[in-house]
């Protein structure tokens, strides 16, 4: 028997952070992560373009469409999904990796592939990432000034569905605060 078995430590759940697009994900999450960086953020691949200021292999994986057809036909990918006219997936192999060394693992992912991880990983922990209200949401997505008003308008459309699959998911946690929200997220993944 282990040492982490005999004193009754269980491994780490993989925690998924979902949401509507603009409800701030990302900045909770780099904002739990430099205070506990012990926390392992999958990566995503894309075949979107990178924003001003993004890096490879930092905030995604860029690459173009025959890469990500075969990183799907290879089943190589835990989810993926197609959002606002690009793909996103979640290399399998690094997640399973971590989990199996005990790593606490965050996924930030859209609805479908939370849908998609709970079909696959059934014991994964759902966080449904809410807006403080829907105004505050739509001030969010059309402030980022980095897309233009159709995809805006999409990502608009698109939250009204995320929003609604609120119920599917395990906790919810309200983003008022990006501090409070950090905080509860590291105490629903049990990081000391």
Excluded: C
Aim: net charge negative; proline share 6%; glycine share 6%.
């Amino acid at each position: 028997m282990s040492d982490a078995v005999s004193r009754g430590a269980t491994r780490p759940r993989l925690t998924v952070l979902s949401g509507p697009s603009g409800v701030g994900k990302s900045t909770v999450v780099a904002h739990m992560r430099k205070a506990h960086p012990e926390v392992w953020l999958s990566v995503s691949a894309t075949t979107r373009k990178p924003r001003p200021g993004e890096r490879h292999g930092v905030e995604y994986f860029f690459v173009q469409d025959d890469e990500f057809d075969k990183l799907v036909a290879n089943g190589e990918l835990l989810e993926w999904a197609e959002f606002a006219g690009n793909r996103y997936g979640t290399p399998r192999q690094a997640v399973l990796k971590r989990l199996e060394a005990g790593e606490p693992v965050l996924l930030e992912i859209d609805l479908q592939g939370a849908r998609l991880v709970r079909q696959s990983m059934p014991d994964a922990q759902l966080v449904f990432l809410a807006p403080p209200s829907w105004e505050e949401l739509v001030r969010r997505l059309t402030g980022r000034g980095t897309e233009s008003a159709e995809v805006v308008e999409r990502r608009l459309e698109a939250a009204k569905t995320e929003l609604a699959a609120e119920p599917e998911f395990d906790t919810t946690l309200v983003n008022t605060s990006v501090e409070e929200v950090s905080r509860e997220l590291l105490a629903l993944m049990r990081v000391d």
